[in-house]
């Protein structure tokens, strides 16, 4: 069975960083055969992994909206299927797949049921798959992952952002989809860590899995247009993930 993670959180809190620092530790420890999904359709884990990126699953869906463009004795299902397959980026680490920006209104419409089944089945082939979740959690209410078995809930470290983890989590409430670990992670800390920040945490009703330090290194990485992973080991933000990762047996 595949292991289903997903990371979520509000705009600008660390998500990304956080997906690719998971992705990281996983790697390291040879977990086995990881699918990724970029979900947001600001698309950026690819450059926090280092990894080029010509086509999200929205610009190859794109064509499949012209009648013309479907090669003649093709039925627009097994087209649409043939474009799916063609999304998919295969490295030596892991796979990814990129949704990208829907353009127009309900763009995903009559290929959502199609783009659900295709991940559903791509993902049996990989022990893990790790989603970065787009801020509205548009493909949880979608139901584009049929269960979770972690999910992340990132906020920054300010009030705020945990009050807004707090909302997240009460949307994910009114979701169907069925999630065994779901706890939030708390990034860019300063020195004195979640402390002045534990009312403010308790009032989500979420589980502290974690907090991430504020990682100078890291900024400088993400400024240089370095990828995360290649951080190295003793790096204050990879040492947290592979902290929360040993307390989640993960
Ligand atoms: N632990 C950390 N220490 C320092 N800076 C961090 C840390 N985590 C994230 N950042 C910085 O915060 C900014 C936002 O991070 P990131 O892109 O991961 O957020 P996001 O939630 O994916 O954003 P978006 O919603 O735009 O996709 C980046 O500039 C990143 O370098
Ligand atoms: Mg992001």
Redesign the pocket.
Known sequence: MTINIAVA??????????TALLLRQMLKKEKGSILTVDA?P?A?LNE?LGLDVDMTISQLLEDTKDPKAIPTGMSKEIYVEYKLQQSLIETEHVDLLVMGNPQGPGCYCYPNDLLRKHIEQLSEGYEYMVV?S??GLEHLSRRTIPKLDYLFV?SDSSARGVRSAGRVHDIIKNIKTPIDHMGLIV??TQDQGVDVLRQEIENTQLNLFGH?????R??KY?MEGKALFDLPDDSP?VKAVDEIMKNLNL
Request: charged letters at 30%; aromatic letters at 6%.
């Open positions: 959180g509000k705009g600008g809190v660390g998500k990304t960083t956080f947001d600001n950026n926090a970065d787009e801020a990132i990034t860019k991430i330090p504020y990682d100078e890291l900024v993400d933000a």
